[in-house]
C-alpha cells in the first residue's frame, strides 16, 4: 500500500497570526513524502526510512519517536492491538518504507506530510482506510506531541492538498484557486528556529504594542486581499501584496541579510514581488513569477546564495 503527501509554504500572515490575524498557507506538490507498507515474511514491523538514517523495529524505538508515535496513533485509533506487543514467531510482519523530498526543519512541512501518508498508507493496509478528517485529526495530534502548541496549518494543507486560510481559535477554511500561478521557493540554508524570532517579535510587541498592532492589522489585510485574489483567479495581484508583507516584517526585525538579498535578486530577475516565508531570520523565502521565467528566476536565487529552490504551481 501506497501514499504520498506534498509539502506546504506560507505566502502570508506569518507572525501575525500569532496575534490572531489570518494565515495563508498553499501546497507545495512539487516535493512530497512517499511511504510504503508491505507484507513481511519476517515478525514485528521494520521501518526503512533512509533519509533520517532509520532501519528499526518498530520496538527497538521510543513511543515517542516521530514515526513510532504515529505507528502507535493509528493503532489506538483503529482500537487494534498495539504492535508493540509483537514478537518473533508471531505472524503478520510489516515492513514501512518511507522516503521525502521534502527538506527537512524548512517550513515545508516535512514531519506533517510524512505522518499525513504514513497514516494513509498503514490504515488503508489494515483495511481501515481513514476519512481526510480523520486523517487530519490524527496528523494534527501528532503535531501537538511533537511542537507543543501548532497552528494545525501544516497538517491541513497537507491532509486535503489545497489552500487554507487560518485564523487561530477559529475553524481552517480551506479554499479553491481561481487560476493557476507559479511560486518559486528559495532556501537560504540557514537554520532558524521559529520559536525564538516569535518570542523576540512578543517582546517587541510589549514594548511598543500600539505600532506592532498596526503592523499586525496591515499583514491581516494584505491576507484577505490575497485570498479574494486568488479566488477570484486575479494571482498576478500577489506580487505587490508579497512586497508590501516583506517591507512590514522586516520592521518586525525578522527578515536577514540573507532573506533579503533572495527577495532583491527575485525582483531582479523578473518576479512579480516577494518575501520571507515563515518564521524569517533564515529559512525560506518565495517569488511570485510567470511560469515561462521561473527557471530564471530560480537561477538568479543560486547566484545569489540560495542552497536550493523549488518552483511550484499552486492549481
Given at each position: 500500500m501506497k501514499s504520498s503527501a506534498p509539502g506546504k509554504i506560507i505566502l502570508f500572515g506569518e507572525h501575525a497570526v500569532v496575534y490572531n490575524r489570518p494565515a495563508l498557507a498553499v501546497p507545495v506538490t512539487q516535493v512530497h513524502a512517499d511511504v510504503e507498507v508491505l507484507d513481511s515474511p519476517r515478525a514485528g514491523i521494520f521501518i526503512h526510512a533512509p533519509g533520517i538514517d532509520l532501519h528499526a523495529e518498530l520496538n527497538s524505538l521510543p513511543p515517542d519517536h516521530p514515526i513510532a508515535s504515529v505507528i502507535l496513533k493509528v493503532f489506538s485509533t483503529l482500537r487494534l492491538?498495539?504492535?508493540?506487543?509483537?514478537r518473533a514467531g508471531d505472524e503478520g510482519g510489516v515492513e514501512i518504507s518511507i522516503t521525502s523530498s521534502i527538506p527537512v526543519a524548512s517550513g515545508l512541512g516535512s514531519g506533517a506530510a510524512v505522518s499525513v501518508a504514513?497514516?494513509?498508507?498503514?490504515?488503508?493496509?489494515i483495511s481501515h482506510p481513514l476519512l481526510d478528517e480523520e486523517v487530519n485529526t490524527l496528523a494534527f495530534e501528532i503535531e501537538k506531541l511533537h511542537h507543543g502548541t501548532p497552528s494545525g496549518i501544516d497538517n491541513t494543507v497537507i491532509t486535503y492538498n489545497k489552500p487554507v486560510y487560518f485564523i487561530k481559535g477559529q475553524p481552517m477554511e480551506t479554499f479553491k484557486v481561481g487560476k493557476p500561478f507559479t511560486i518559486v521557493v528559495g532556501d537560504t540554508g540557514i537554520s532558524a528556529p521559529t520559536k525564538e524570532?516569535?518570542?523576540?517579535?512578543?517582546l517587541l510587541w510589549l514594548r511598543d504594542t500600539s505600532n506592532f498592532e498596526n503592523y499586525f492589522n496591515e499583514i491581516a489585510q494584505i491576507a484577505l486581499i490575497a485570498r479574494r485574489s486568488i479566488e477570484h483567479g486575479r494571482p498576478e495581484l500577489l506580487g505587490e501584496l508579497?512586497?508590501?508583507n516583506h517591507s512590514i516584517?522586516?520592521?518586525l526585525t525578522v527578515s536577514s541579510p540573507e532573506l533579503d538579498k533572495l527577495v532583491g535578486a527575485a525582483r531582479n530577475a523578473g518576479a512579480l514581488g516577494a518575501k520571507l516565508s515563515g518564521g524569517g531570520r533564515g529559512g525560506n523565502m518565495i517569488a511570485l513569477v510567470d511560469q515561462a521565467g521561473a527557471e530564471s528566476v530560480a537561477q538568479a536565487l543560486i547566484s545569489a546564495g540560495a542552497k536550493r529552490t523549488i518552483i511550484t504551481e499552486v492549481r
Open positions: 492491538p498495539s504492535p508493540t506487543g509483537r504514513l497514516i494513509r498508507a498503514l490504515s488503508s493496509f524570532s516569535v518570542g523576540d517579535v512578543r508579497m512586497d508590501h516584517l522586516q520592521s
